[in-house]
């Protein structure tokens, strides 16, 4: 039996220069069309087979590619696309695009995290009338594709119980795990084929066995692998778990009769104690995640080494592999030729990594290696000792816990509305309007230094007095200054404050065509200057309406940055924390009524297993109130989560003692109202009436009827109406439409309640 080897078990696949980023978007315009899109997508592939394959890689993944998602690969791919799709009329990929963005008369699929990632994946729709088929080649295709480039592939499959653990009932009381019998005839349809093709490998994705799982999923993971194994005509199966400790799920795994199982032995550090532990993977072969998928450090050779070491005599082979997909990464470090070259030489990004992976591999089998190298970065970042900022670290000790506590929301709400003197239902967006091509073209100028800073700020201060006139003009009750000057959320603050670096070419994907550059967090933080206060400033002087600060909170910069791996993270969010106090300090300092300090990530960061959530929301919580106290109660607190499945953080939301929470909800129906309702939430919510990541532009009946769906849940002294997220990414003219749609529900909503 031929093992798999070193491998990865997945790759970056937007581009190096998001080459599929810009041909989406050019097909979704029309201005290319099908042939030109589908090209695209296999010159990327092919460059990363060719890629991984001269790295030396034993084992190279395929079907890692997507158009937009793999989750929604898996849907398609088994006939699951919900009917209002699929009658549509539209081509196979129109359809399954429709599925993703929507469509005028086809709201999109639900959008949520992968797992506690910053990846968004679409949330399969399922029921007790869903009849699965084989209705796609795709994982057949791509294969073929490789094979005649002379590349052999082990193609990547989400697994079935991660894929109906995934997925949204349609029914009430109905659970996606009773189509488990109709799913996997399916799964063996495929197998088969792929065994016709000569496929010897395929590898089965299952990470939602790194959180907490019930008997019966337990069960049904027995139930799979046994099932698809006792498949003669199949490939071996390698299935991989990934995002942490596999708890129970790795017995299963072990005593069932597959090949091969990969674990992840970076998240969870004692994970690699119970691996070596499992009697039962002696005649398996084990690969061994101990090169970080998720984050850019170089790998530590001797600590990688040991762990897979530590499972040589338990397991029948041990290879070496990355933690997970490399999906979470950027492409090349070495084209960042801004980074500092010390700071340069701590990082691997995905092509580092392979590196990593192949160099290990050969280590682990007794080759003589040169690891001086690795060993070289890692000790000199440990010595990078003026990495430490004591300034900040004595201002976070003297720190109190009655700074962070705020007067009673009662106290507070009285006093904001006396100085603001908002209607019922007031309206307001998240924050960014769309970015032209002119305001993108001034701040790439100002960047390149061919515009001065006087040109760009006027240029910025002209555009922003637009967006303010504009929201006047559609009759919004709290506006925004649209936040021409940011290209990214955590980025714009990372290149202010201290201890972050960034990046020209670190693009990673967070879902579709939407791709983001996290900031790499080295050392301690600190901010020199106020970062917002003059655009603030400025809109506010254009209107008497109240104009929103804009902040992103700290665990939204650490979740979406490459984090310090040397400190605690609790101490690392302080440090951020106490950086975001300061400019909520000076916004309310310059007359700023109203601040929101954006937390889309609370969610995102949850640890998986249940035993460390309360550790993760004690700092976390911590931090976010750190940032937002010590000042007025007149003045208002917002924040902002998207995005996510929010019920196991109901609690955390409201410890926050933010006064407003806006909060993703168009395209679940509202249906977290319900949730924050049973849970006793009692500040203002603003329940996103408008999905800003679909094309389609809701009429004023649909935002009505999800306003009276809020009302009877939410009293309306409490209820605010905005959009569910940002408006950079989406057109002036669907935008424009869209807000004064709402804008006319809201009043029309008004007048019923009256």
Known sequence: MTDIGTTVLGYPRIGPDRELKRALERYWAHKIDEAALRETGRELRERTWRDLASAGLDSIPSNTFSHYDQVLDTAELFGALPERFTRLGLSPLDTYFAAARGVQDAPALEMTKWFDTNYHYLVPEVGPDTTFTLAGTKPVDEYREAKALDIETRPVLVGPVTFLLLAK????????????????????????????????????????????????????????????????????????????????????????????????????????????????????????????????????????????????????????????????????????????????????????????????????????????????????????????????????????????????????????????????????????????????????????????????????????????????????????????????????????????????????????????????????????????????????????????????????????????DDQPLADTARQVALAVRDEVHDLEAAGIRIIQVDEPALRELLPLRKACHDEYFAWAVSAFRLATSGIA????????????????????????????????????????????????FGRGVGPGVYDIHSPRVPDVEEVCTLLRTAVATVPADRLWVNPDCGLKTRGYAEVESALRNLVAASRAVRKELV
């Open 169 to 564: 009932s349609t029914t009430k009381d109905f659970r996606p795990l009773d189509l488990l019998d109709t799913l996997l005839p399916r799964y063996v349809e495929l197998l088969r084929r792929l065994h016709a093709e000569g496929v010897e490998w395929v590898q089965l994705d299952e990470p939602a066995f790194a959180a907490d799982r019930t008997e019966a999923e337990l069960n049904a993971l027995i139930r799979t692998y046994h099932w698809l194994a006792d498949e003669s005509e199949r490939p071996k199966i390698l299935v991989a778990g990934y995002f942490g400790h596999l708890g129970r799920g790795l017995g299963v795994l072990a005593r069932s009769p597959i090949e091969a199982v990969a674990v992840d032995l970076v998240t969870d550090g004692s994970f690699v104690d119970a691996v070596a532990a499992e009697p039962a993977l002696r005649d398996k072969e084990v690969l061994a995640g101990v090169v970080d998928g998720r984050n850019v450090w170089r790998t530590d050779p001797d600590r990688a080494l040991a762990h897979a070491a530590t499972l040589m005599g338990v397991a029948g082979k041990v290879s070496v592999s990355t933690s997970c997909s490399l999906l979470h990464v950027p492409y090349d470090v070495e084209r960042e030729a801004g980074l500092h070259s010390r700071l340069k030489g701590w990082l691997a990004f995905a092509r580092q990594k392979v590196d990593e992976v192949v160099l290990l591999g050969k280590a682990l089998r007794g080759d003589d290696v040169e690891l001086s190298s690795a060993r070289q970065a890692i000790a000199d970042r440990r010595a990078a000792t003026a990495l430490a900022d004591e300034e900040v670290r004595a201002r976070i000790a003297a720190m109190r816990p009655e700074d962070a506590v705020r007067a009673p929301y009662a106290e507070r709400a009285a006093a904001q509305q006396a100085a603001l003197g908002l209607p019922p239902l007031p309206t307001t967006t998240i924050g960014s309007f769309p970015q032209t091509t002119e305001v993108r073209k001034a701040r790439a100028a100002h960047k390149a230094g061919t515009l001065d800073e006087a040109a760009y700020g006027s240029a910025m201060r002209t555009e922003i007095e637009r967006v303010v006139r504009l929201q006047e003009d559609l009759g919004l009750d709290v506006l925004v200054h649209g936040e021409p000057e940011r290209n990214d959320m955590v980025q714009y603050f990372a290149e202010l404050l201290t201890g972050f670096a960034t990046t020209a070419h670190g693009w990673v994907q967070s879902y579709g065509s939407r791709c983001v550059r996290p900031p790499i967090l080295y050392g301690d933080v600190s901010r020199p200057a106020p970062m917002t206060v003059a655009w603030a400033r400025h809109a506010q002087s254009l209107t008497p309406k109240p104009v929103k600060g804009m902040l992103t909170g700290p665990v939204t910069i650490l979740a979406w940055s490459f984090v310090r």
């Open 633 to 680: 109660d007149s003045t208002q607190i917002h924040t902002h989560m998207c995005y996510s499945e929010f019920g196991e953080v109901l609690p955390a939301i409201d410890a926050l003692d933010a006064d407003v929470t806006s909060i993703e909800a168009a395209r679940s129906k509202m249906e977290v109202l319900t949730d924050l309702s049973a849970a006793g």
